[in-house]
């Protein structure tokens, strides 16, 4: 059975220049899962980024976080790649863990990226997230700050699943009571993606030129959660799903 969470969210949609479009996305503290005496809670969404036309490298944006304790990032990345593939992905500087990745077989451009960063108890403020060696590429991304997650032991397994022209991208992802699964879903011009039940959205855009589509969502643990989407229109697509473990 999907646990439904509730949970309240801001949008304003506002277009920068360099043709990208940030969306900002913010839900402050709000708990999204029970865990041993803490769960694991959504901190906030960064300003989504949605590049139509080409990365630069680095291409940067930024994330306002309040103080977390325990604190992870997540950053998700919907990309339709031209001649760059990149390399790393950098959270106030440091590097992040890519934790999992899948690029379509049907549609070798096509890929969806998920990275993690362990922050323990960081200070209130700006950060920059910096996509770097993806010069020239087109992507839809946004970061995400949790809460309570185990510091050295922060992830479970990643899946993956990917289709060919068809309407329902899903992954099922091995999981657990306390833990919350995040997942990515990058898909080659299906237009509209509509989040499964149970699922929480944390974002969901297309390049101006519909050549990507990009979505995130999240959902509480089980013993093995399906992470789904209902397109459109029948695209190809990869998505990625993997479980965030509680810090206690």
């Not at 680095?58 to 390399?87: C, K, M, N, R, W």
């Not at 790393?88 to 969806?112: N, P, Y």
Request: aromatic share 6%; net charge negative; hydrophobic share 40%.
């Amino acid at each position: 059975m999907k646990l439904l969470i509730p949970i309240c969210l801001l949008a304003i949609t506002a277009t920068a220049q360099n043709g990208f479009q940030f969306v900002q996305t913010a839900a402050v503290n709000a708990p999204v899962a029970a865990g041993g005496g803490g769960g694991i809670e959504l901190e906030s969404v960064s300003a989504v980024l949605v590049e139509s036309s080409a990365l630069a490298d680095p291409e940067d944006f930024t994330h306002t976080i309040a103080t977390l304790t325990d604190g992870y990032i997540t950053v998700a990345i919907s990309y339709y790649l031209g001649s760059a593939s990149p390399t790393d992905v950098t959270f106030d500087s440091v590097s992040m863990t890519k934790i999992g990745t899948a690029t379509c077989s049907f549609e070798s451009s096509l890929r969806g990226d998920l990275w993690g960063l362990a922050v323990g108890n960081k200070t209130a403020g700006t950060y920059t997230v910096s996509i770097i060696g993806a010069g020239g590429d087109k992507a839809v991304a946004a970061s995400t700050s949790w809460n309570n997650v185990h510091q050295t032991t922060s992830v479970g397994t990643p899946a993956t699943a990917e289709g060919d022209n068809t309407t329902a991208p899903s992954v099922a992802v091995g999981s657990a009571t306390g833990e919350i699964v995040v997942d990515v879903l990058a898909r080659y011009s299906g237009g509209t993606a509509t989040i499964g039940g149970g699922q929480t959205s944390l974002f969901n855009d297309s390049t101006a030129d519909g050549t990507i589509d990009g979505a995130a969502s999240y959902e509480a643990g089980a013993g093995s959660v399906t992470m789904s989407w209902t397109l459109a229109s029948p695209a190809r697509w990869v998505v990625v799903g993997i479980p965030l473990k509680p810090a206690t």
